[in-house]
């Protein structure tokens, strides 16, 4: 049986009223009275539930999500998790306020970063661009006790707390062996299609994916990337350019977002690429229907949203995250595997 806040009481010969002050860190108790107290939560071994606690005081927790702007819709489906977590803000006891800034900005999303620190909430979940202005941002977050969470894409050199997103290097090696195991003997190099390489979740992507096609797949060539900035119209632009230059190209690996500009240039285009794109979407799931790309890599925003609100209320209260709960897989969705309501992606609730 776990030991109680009696038992420490009777353990150091105090009222309860003096443990209470004690372990709530409020004045009024002699140094000598609170070191006797102390060791007896140390002898007893008492472990405090401070999540009970909080409950029991009915603790708010605000927090600050910090997300792209844009039209990016894998965003735009993470910001509608976020609303709907903003529903559940009465029983999770969550106070969450949603801000934008511009995509790949790395100076906004410092800006951005240093308002929220202003009013100092309980934690920050934050869709990071990799620069070291960032991740100084988030350092000085982290040295003032403020919990930081990347979201979908990590952050090189700073001390967030946990990144809530799926493993991309394992990502983009998936999507290599995929990619040559569809092609086969078929000749043609293969074009990636990127979003910037500003950010860390497309960098790893596209190391994993070179590492696979080079290792197991030798002589399939890759073609220098096309950063479409994750805006449709760009994306549509580069890919019909790189198709009518190199009209022999085998393969696209489009590792961001911008697929509806990928998917229009499919349409008009004479030649049938191999393709594998990431996050199911409903123009996505389109062109998997279509036979346009042949498979989608896919992770849950509703799982990453979920996952970033339990390890800062966890942090805020100086508990241990629980690894596997939190762990985001990757899902692959082919034409044949598709869930059946198109309205939502897969949920995990682990």
């Known amino acids: 049986m776990r030991p109680t806040v009696h038992d420490i009481a009777a353990a150091a010969g105090v009222s309860l009223a003096t443990v209470d002050r004690v372990l709530n860190l409020r004045p009024g108790v002699r140094t000598v009275t609170r070191e006797k107290v102390e060791k007896a939560i140390e002898r007893i071994g008492y472990i405090r539930d401070v999540a009970a606690a909080n409950l029991a005081k009915s603790r708010i927790y605000p927090l600050v999500f910090i997300l792209p702007a844009g039209d990016?819709?894998?965003?735009?489906?993470?910001?509608?998790?976020?609303?709907a977590a903003i529903e559940r803000s009465a029983f999770e006891r969550t106070q969450i306020s949603i801000v934008t800034v511009p995509a790949f900005d790395a100076p906004a999303l410092q800006a951005a970063l240093e308002e929220a620190h202003a009013i100092r909430p309980a934690g920050i979940a934050v869709v990071a661009v990799d620069s070291p202005e960032v991740a100084a941002s988030v350092n000085r977050l982290r040295d003032d006790g403020i919990p930081v969470v990347t979201l979908v894409s990590d952050l090189s050199g700073s001390n967030r707390d946990h990144f809530a997103g799926v493993d991309n290097t394992a990502a983009g090696r998936t999507a290599g062996n995929l990619m040559g195991r569809f092609l086969g003997e078929r000749p043609g190099p293969v074009a990636v299609l990127a979003g910037s390489m500003l950010v860390r979740d497309h960098r790893e992507r596209l190391e994993g994916f070179r590492a696979v096609l080079d290792?197991?797949?030798?002589?399939?060539?890759?073609?220098?990337?096309?950063?479409?900035?994750?805006?449709?119209?760009?994306?549509?632009?580069l890919v019909r350019g790189a198709l009518e230059t190199h009209p022999d190209i085998a393969g696209i690996y489009s590792l961001g977002a911008g697929n509806r500009g990928l998917i229009t240039a499919l349409k008009t285009s004479p030649s049938k690429p191999c393709v594998i794109a990431h996050e199911l979407t409903p123009h996505t799931r389109r062109a998997l229907q279509d036979s346009l790309i042949d498979a989608v890599l896919n992770q849950?925003?509703?799982?990453?949203?979920?996952?970033?609100?339990?390890?800062?209320?966890?942090?805020?209260?100086?508990?241990?995250?629980?690894?596997a709960q939190e762990r985001i897989r990757i899902d692959i969705f082919l034409k044949d595997n598709l869930p059946f309501d198109e309205a939502r992606t897969p949920r995990e609730d682990l």
């Open 215 to 237: 290792a197991e797949f030798p002589g399939r060539t890759i073609l220098p990337v096309l950063e479409g900035h994750d805006d449709p119209t760009e994306a549509e632009r």
């Open 300 to 323: 849950d925003a509703g799982h990453e949203v979920r996952s970033a609100i339990r390890v800062l209320k966890a942090k805020a209260d100086g508990l241990a995250v629980i690894g």
């Open 72 to 83: 990016n819709s894998f965003m735009r489906g993470l910001e509608a998790e976020i609303r």
